[in-house]
């Protein structure tokens, strides 16, 4: 579980924080003994985006490089969190905005409670909503229209919506949050979990396939999952009506 722990700001990320999590997410693709994660906020709160003081205002006063430096580091998070073979589940309570709606939205599953708004606010500070991946990602997972409305008008989603748009996989109680989502975590980690990166892989690689390279690109990945000792074992399981024990191997 990783938990945004700025609960009197709303949780903001800072240079540190961004540098952070691009480096831990990176590290994450040789911590074998990972096998999903949980990513949520401190105290009612999911993340307000960048902090106002410690990251907005320092980049009106920055030059053209160093702007750019910044943006492809913020964009690094994004890469990591999707290259990382563990399965993410966003646990979303109250505000979700900027930085964080993203965080949101790389992650592969999310959840959230009926307080949670969720905003790409960016246009509401005079920039693109084009940030960090945004205006390719987010149209996969709610569609083109929802996506340009939200990224234009920097309005909150709320809960329900998410959850009717597919953006949110389930919407519970705040009280019940981190524990459905561990629930969550914990079966997706008990399960064949590296077939789940092999998944997780092919979801992201098959974006720029055309239909013939993703039907190869999946007979390949699922004849090396046929080679493990984990389908055997699922098979051997089933046979003697037993449930399987998974181990990655």
Not at 7 to 12: A, F, M, R, S, V
Not at 121 to 146: E, S
Not at 177 to 203: C, I, Q, V
Request: net charge negative; aromatic share 8%; proline share 4%.
């Amino acid at each position: 579980t990783i938990t945004l722990n700025r609960p009197e700001k709303k949780n903001p990320l800072t240079f540190e924080s961004y540098a952070e999590l691009r480096d831990l997410f990176r590290d994450l693709a040789y911590a074998n003994d990972v096998r999903a994660i949980v990513l949520t906020g401190a105290g009612d709160n999911f993340c307000s985006g960048g902090d106002v003081f410690e990251i907005i205002e320092p980049l009106t006063k920055m030059a053209m490089p160093d702007l750019l430096a910044f943006t492809r580091m913020t964009g690094d998070v994004v890469k990591a969190m999707r290259r990382c073979p563990q399965p993410i589940i966003a646990a979303v309570d109250g505000i979700c905005a900027g930085a964080g709606a993203i965080m949101a939205m790389a992650s592969d599953l999310r959840l959230a409670t009926p307080e949670a708004k969720t905003a790409f606010l960016f246009t509401r500070v005079g920039l693109a909503g084009a940030d960090m991946g945004a205006c390719g990602i987010l149209p996969r997972i709610i569609g083109q229209g929802r996506a340009a409305e939200l990224l234009f008008t920097g309005r909150a989603m709320s809960a329900e919506e998410g959850h009717r748009w597919g953006f949110f996989n389930a919407v519970h109680a705040r009280a019940d949050l981190l524990k459905e989502a561990g629930n969550l975590a914990r079966s997706l980690a008990d399960g064949p979990y590296f077939a789940h990166g092999m998944t997780k892989t092919m979801l992201n690689q098959e974006w720029a396939m055309g239909l013939d390279e993703i039907i190869e690109s999946e007979a390949q990945a699922q004849a090396i999952c046929m080679a493990t000792q984990d389908f055997r074992r699922a098979f051997e399981a089933f046979a003697a009506k037993r449930r399987p024990e998974f181990q990655g191997d």
